[in-house]
């Protein structure tokens, strides 16, 4: 089976019904034990073994706390909300090199933790008629002040896929990628569409590709800043490709043979894959019957 994917498998039960009870909220708060995340804007601070580092509820730091969950023992742990003027870099790529110091379950944590932060640092204000916005449930949505409107933290849903064609599949780059380094194309799924439909469309557009048989492998929330990428594979018409320039810098179709070598590392390998943590890598060790 292909490597776990990165972001899932967090640790800590969600604890829905603490968001809605608020006295029990208020002890969760209160609880000695409770445990708050270190964060340095969104971006995690390392802990002394390498993993996420939690520290004591301070009573002096009156920001908002938001729920991540409890633990196996009953323990609370919160993040609270940004400071005020802290630099939230949503797609910053600082913390990309800290990513593998942490456990696949911190990991995961960590990336629900992040989308959450970075999304009340943009909602302060009520998008129905424009006036401040305060946190409730938990830390899971945010009350309007003025016309009472609910707002909750939502997802960008984004389908990322390999088209097949005569046992080979297109792999493409943008040239913001690291040089020699190709992946599944990928695109963001548009209101009044399928996933199926999304997946057509995109291939249509970035590659002028004819696709049918859609069919779904796997997804992975994308924490930069907040996106569901849905993993998929559809089969093409035909190999003639027809790119748009402006999203996709050059495109190849690759056999088996060639993805195996670009997973393995080879030296000769025609491209470069996409890091461990990425579906895109996933997808193309599901497709190859990879195991590392």
Excluded: K
Excluded at 198 to 227: I, K, M, N
Aim: proline share 8%; net charge negative; hydrophobic share 45%.
């Amino acid at each position: 089976m292909p490597n776990p994917l990165g972001f899932v498998g967090a640790w800590l039960d969600r604890a829905d019904q603490l968001r809605t009870d608020p006295d029990a909220y208020a002890a969760a708060c209160a609880d000695p034990r409770a445990r708050c995340l270190a964060l340095d804007g969104i971006d995690f601070v390392p802990g002394d073994g390498g993993g996420l580092r939690w520290e004591a509820l301070d009573p002096a730091d009156d920001r908002a706390l938001m729920l991540l969950g409890r633990d196996e023992r009953g323990i609370p742990h919160f993040v609270r909300v940004a400071p005020r003027g802290a630099r939230i870099d949503a797609r910053s790529r600082t913390v990309m090199r800290l990513l593998p110091l942490l456990s696949r379950q911190d990991l995961a944590l960590y990336g629900g933790a992040r989308s959450l932060v970075d999304w009340h640092a943009r909602h302060g204000f009520c998008a129905v008629c424009g006036a401040p916005t305060e946190i409730f449930r938990g830390g899971w949505g945010r009350r309007c002040g003025g016309c009472g409107a609910e707002h909750f933290p939502r997802v960008d849903p984004v389908v990322i896929m390999l088209a097949e064609h005569d046992g080979r599949v297109l792999v493409g780059r943008q040239r913001q990628f690291p040089p020699g380094m190709f992946s599944a194309l990928a695109g963001f799924v548009e209101p009044g569409e399928s996933l199926e439909e999304a997946v057509a469309r995109e291939l249509f557009e970035e590659a002028g590709l004819h696709v049918s048989d859609v069919t779904y492998v796997a997804s992975q929330p994308w924490p930069f800043p907040s996106s569901l990428m849905v993993g998929c594979r559809a089969m093409a018409g035909d190999s003639a490709l027809t790119l748009d320039e402006t999203e996709i810098e050059a495109a190849m179709w690759v056999d088996r043979a060639e993805v195996r070598a670009a997973l393995g590392g080879d030296s000769d390998a025609p491209f470069m894959v996409p890091p461990p943590l990425a579906i895109a890598r996933y997808l193309l060790e599901d497709w190859a019957d990879w195991d590392a």
